[in-house]
């Protein structure tokens, strides 16, 4: 069995480049909402760590379906804060 080794850089990258949102948002709202998934499953990927401490990230088709989802959370919170008179 092959073992995978990510750089620490490659680990850090997801969770680095949504280090502004971090706090923000709730991780296991969207994790289930987006991706029908616990928030644990998407924390231990932006971790870059899976739930038996072996290396894990992000498929392309996971990356593409999380790009959308924040892209939809930030039209749903424009269009909140639009409706605010």
């Known amino acids: 069995m092959a073992t995978m080794v990510l750089k620490d850089s490659q680990q850090a990258t997801m969770k680095k480049q949504l280090e502004d949102l971090?706090?923000?948002?709730?991780?296991?709202?969207?994790?289930?909402?987006?991706?029908?998934?616990?928030?644990?499953?998407?924390?231990?990927?932006?971790?870059?760590?899976?739930?038996?401490?072996?290396?894990t990230e992000f498929s392309f088709e996971e990356r593409y379906q999380l790009k959308g989802a924040l892209v939809d959370l930030a039209d749903r919170i424009r269009r909140a804060a639009d409706s605010i008179e």
């Open 22 to 55: 971090l706090v923000s948002i709730s991780w296991r709202d969207l994790a289930n909402r987006y991706f029908g998934k616990s928030g644990s499953w998407l924390y231990h990927k932006l971790d870059g760590v899976d739930g038996n401490k072996k290396p």
